[in-house]
C-alpha cells in the first residue's frame, strides 16, 4: 500500500516503521526539528522486539499540494486531537479535486476525531481506529522509542462492500507487519472503551507527574483511577455507547497490568505541549452535563491540571 503518516510522532513514527519493514510505501508529514532531522537522518525507532533505522520520505503540511493524492491508498492521522480540524480542512483543500479519495484513518485520542473528518469527507471514506498496549514516544528529533504490542482496532464510520474489503485488507497488512489488529462494526464503542483508559490515567498522570504505574501502588489513587474511568462509561452510555461495568473492569485491569508508562499528556506536559485536555476529559463532562449528570472526579483533576498549568 502507499501510505501517508500526518504526525509522524511516537505512534505514527512505530506504525511508519513496521509498515516500512513490510515492503510498504510510507511518507510521513511532520515539522520542525522533528521534520529537519527526518529529512536528514532518517528514522529512527527502538523498541525490544526491533529496531528500525532507515532514511524516509518527509515533508510538512504546506508540501502536501506537490504530491499527488491519487497516488495513496490510506492516510493515517496520528496528530494531537486538539489539530484534527485543522488538519481536515488542509486535507480538505488538497483532494478537493479527487473524485475517489484515499480512505482516512484516525488513530488519535478521543472520541471525537472521526465526527470532525466526516464534516470535511464522505463518510465512507472515514475509518475510526484505535491503538493501545503501546508506548510510543519522540526522544530526540527523528528518534522514537517504543513498548508493548500496539494492539490496534479498526472499523468503518459507514460500511459499504467497498469499504469494508479494503478495511480487511488493511488489517492484513498491518498484522503482517507485526500490528496485531481486528477489526470492528462497532468503533465508536471501542474508541469509547480507549478514552475509558485515557480518562482514568492521561490527565491523573500529568497533574502528579508519575508514570501510570505509580498510580496503582497506593490503593487511594487506584480508586481515582477507577472513579474516572466509572465516569466515563457513564458519558458513554448517555450517548447510546454500551459500555458495561464488565468492560470498565477489563479496562481497569488492562492498564494495572501493563507496563508502567508516561501517558501522551504526561509527555506533552513536560515537552510544553498543548494537552489534550478538551479531547479526553472535557468530553466526558459535557456528555454527563446534558442529562443533568455531573462527573466529580473528571472535573476535579482537569481544574486542579489546568491550575498547575497556569501557575
Known amino acids: 500500500m502507499n501510505i501517508l503518516i500526518l504526525g509522524a510522532g511516537g505512534v505514527g513514527g512505530y506504525f511508519g516503521a ?94 471525537e476525531n472521526e465526527a470532525i473528518l466526516c464534516d470535511y469527507f464522505a463518510e465512507e471514506y472515514i475509518m475510526g481506529g484505535l491503538t493501545r498496549k503501546i508506548g510510543a514516544h519522540v526522544v530526540a528529533p527523528a528518534h522514537i522509542e517504543a513498548v508493548g504490542t500496539a494492539e490496534t482496532i479498526l472499523g468503518m464510520m459507514h460500511s459499504t462492500m467497498e469499504n469494508e474489503r479494503f478495511l480487511e485488507e488493511l488489517a492484513l497488512a498491518f498484522k503482517h507487519a507485526d500490528i496485531p489488529t481486528q477489526t470492528s462494526h462497532d468503533i465508536k464503542q471501542e474508541l469509547w472503551k480507549k478514552l475509558v483508559i485515557n480518562n482514568g490515567v492521561n490527565a491523573l498522570c500529568a497533574l502528579l507527574r508519575v508514570k501510570t504505574g505509580i498510580l496503582f501502588e497506593k490503593s487511594s489513587l487506584a480508586d481515582v483511577v477507577y472513579g474516572l474511568m466509572q465516569e466515563t462509561a457513564a458519558a458513554a452510555r448517555s450517548l447510546h455507547v454500551k459500555i458495561s461495568q464488565e468492560d470498565v473492569d477489563a479496562m481497569f485491569d488492562l492498564i494495572k497490568h501493563f507496563d508502567s508508562i508516561k501517558p501522551s499528556m504526561l509527555v506533552d506536559l513536560e515537552q510544553g505541549r498543548a494537552l489534550e485536555i478538551e479531547e479526553i476529559c472535557g468530553v466526558v463532562i459535557r456528555a454527563l452535563h446534558q442529562v443533568g449528570v455531573d462527573a466529580p472526579y473528571t472535573k476535579t483533576i482537569k481544574a486542579l491540571l489546568e491550575f498547575n498549568m497556569e501557575q
Open 18 to 111: 513496521r509498515l516500512l519493514q513490510d515492503g510498504h510505501d510510507v511518507a510521513f508529514v511532520a515539522r520542525g526539528a522533528h521534520l529537519d532531522a527526518l529529512q536528514s537522518e532518517g528514522l529512527h525507532v527502538k523498541h525490544p522486539d526491533f529496531e528500525f533505522v532507515q532514511k524516509v520520505k518527509a515533508f510538512d503540511l504546506q508540501s502536501l499540494v506537490e504530491l499527488d493524492a491519487a497516488s495513496f491508498d490510506l492516510i493515517i492521522l496520528t496528530t494531537k486531537s486538539t489539530a484534527t480540524r485543522e488538519i481536515s480542512m488542509s486535507l480538505a483543500q488538497w483532494l478537493r479535486t479527487q473524485m475517489k479519495p484515499p480512505y482516512i484513518l484516525s488513530l488519535q485520542n478521543g472520541v
